[in-house]
Nanobody
Framework: QLQLVESGGGLVQPGGSLRLSCAAP????????ITWFRQAPGKEREGLSC???????NYVDSVKGRFTISRDNDKHMAYLEMNSLNPEDTAVYYC??????????????????WGKGTLVTVSS
């Protein structure tokens, strides 16, 4: 069973940056599309960005231009670079893998595997 592990969350000041990582110890991520989600307290899980196995990407409008998704198939890792963070970005961030290509909208129901999340807090 593929298990995903997120890392890189933490406390950051408004305007700051963080890079989240997604790994699958013992598995190759190469053939999966990877999607990043987040869930703020009291809100639904929101799909942010997806990267296909070939490297094509898409983003939800709220993070377009601020967040960058990438993957390193040699290292079997995926990343989410987050810039210009603001308090509204505070949430638990999850990576998820699917057998399908990236398709908007980015829905949790389309994912096959999930990590447990990493908390990002944007506060001064």
């Amino acid at each position: 069973q593929l298990q995903l592990v997120e890392s890189g969350g933490g406390l950051v000041q408004p305007g700051g940056s963080l890079r989240l990582s997604c790994a699958a110890p013992g598995f190759f991520l190469d053939n999966y599309a990877i999607t990043w989600f987040r869930q703020a307290p009291g809100k639904e899980r929101e799909g942010l960005s997806c990267i296909s196995s070939s490297g094509s990407t898409n983003y939800v409008d709220s993070v377009k231009g601020r967040f960058t998704i990438s993957r390193d198939n040699d290292k079997h890792m995926a990343y989410l670079e987050m810039n210009s963070l603001n308090p509204e970005d505070t949430a638990v961030y999850y990576c998820a893998a699917s057998h399908l290509y990236c398709r908007a909208p980015l829905l949790p129901s389309r994912m096959n595997y999930w990590g447990k999340g990493t908390l990002v807090t944007v506060s001064s």
